[in-house]
Nanobody
Framework: QVQLVESGGGLVQAGDSLKLSCAASGRTFSSYAMGWFRQVPGKERNFIGT????????YYADSVKGRFTISRDNAKNTVYLQMISLKPEDTAVYYC???????????????WGQGTQVTVSS
């Protein structure tokens, strides 16, 4: 089983930047595609983006293209979500997830973290 722990959330103002981290516990981290999702209270959990096991491929939801960047450091078993130009509508709980596939998009994630809160004020 893979355990995931998100960190780096907090309260920021519109236009600010924030970098989230997701630390994974597992023997084959580099074999997993990693995804980021977010959820607003009362809404479904939405896909943000994903990165392939080797970090060579990424895919993003249209809502965050140009503002959010996913990267990973397999030596540290960590995936990152760099967010810039944050907007109030970015306020949500952010989750990372791991997929047994080398690369996937919106579905196929097997393990989930507990989430970290990001709040963007105007």
């Amino acid at each position: 089983q893979v355990q995931l722990v998100e960190s780096g959330g907090g309260l920021v103002q519109a236009g600010d930047s924030l970098k989230l981290s997701c630390a994974a516990s597992g023997r084959t981290f580099s074999s997993y595609a990693m995804g980021w999702f977010r959820q607003v209270p009362g809404k479904e959990r939405n896909f943000i983006g994903t990165i392939s096991g080797d970090g060579a491929r990424t895919y993003y939801a249209d809502s965050v293209k140009g503002r959010f960047t996913i990267s990973r450091d397999n030596a540290k078993n960590t995936v990152y979500l760099q967010m810039i130009s944050l907007k109030p509508e970015d306020t949500a709980v952010y989750y990372c997830a791991a997929s047994k596939f080398w690369f996937t998009t919106k579905t196929g994630y097997d393990y989930w973290g507990q989430g970290t809160q990001v709040t963007v004020s105007s």
